[in-house]
Nanobody
Framework: QVQLVESGGGLVQAGGSLRLSCAGSGRTFRTYTMGWFRQAPGKEREFVAAIGWSGSGTSYVDSVKGRFTISRDNAKNTVYLQMNSLKPEDSAVYYC??????????????????????WGQGTQVTVSP
């Protein structure tokens, strides 16, 4: 059974940092593009960041560029999202997702949630003013 489990969310003050983790099991994720998405109350889910299977390809939504960094440790089947200089508007439930297209990274497709086959349950991030 394929599972993605996010952790690392919590409450932080504006300007602070959090590191989210997404641990995969039930399948080897090292050959797949992994993404982070978020959904705030009353809003649609939006793309945040993605990383290709080798880690050399990444993409970000403009609003987090320079503040968030996505990375992966394929030996641990884990993807990370380092979030710095957090703002109240970053508050949302953050989801990781896996795109089971092996050994490929498409910059534009990586931003499309419809490209991802598996999703985690999400972790809440709340940034206070």
């Amino acid at each position: 059974q394929v599972q993605l489990v996010e952790s690392g969310g919590g409450l932080v003050q504006a300007g602070g940092s959090l590191r989210l983790s997404c641990a995969g099991s039930g399948r080897t994720f090292r050959t797949y593009t992994m993404g982070w998405f978020r959904q705030a109350p009353g809003k649609e889910r939006e793309f945040v960041a993605a990383i290709g299977w080798s880690g050399s390809g990444t993409s970000y939504v403009d609003s987090v560029k320079g503040r968030f960094t996505i990375s992966r440790d394929n030996a641990k089947n884990t993807v990370y999202l380092q979030m710095n200089s957090l703002k109240p508007e970053d508050s949302a439930v953050y989801y990781c997702a896996a795109d089971f297209s092996p050994f490929s990274f498409d910059y534009d497709k990586s931003k499309n949630e419809n490209e991802y086959e598996y999703w985690g349950q999400g972790t809440q991030v709340t940034v206070s003013p």
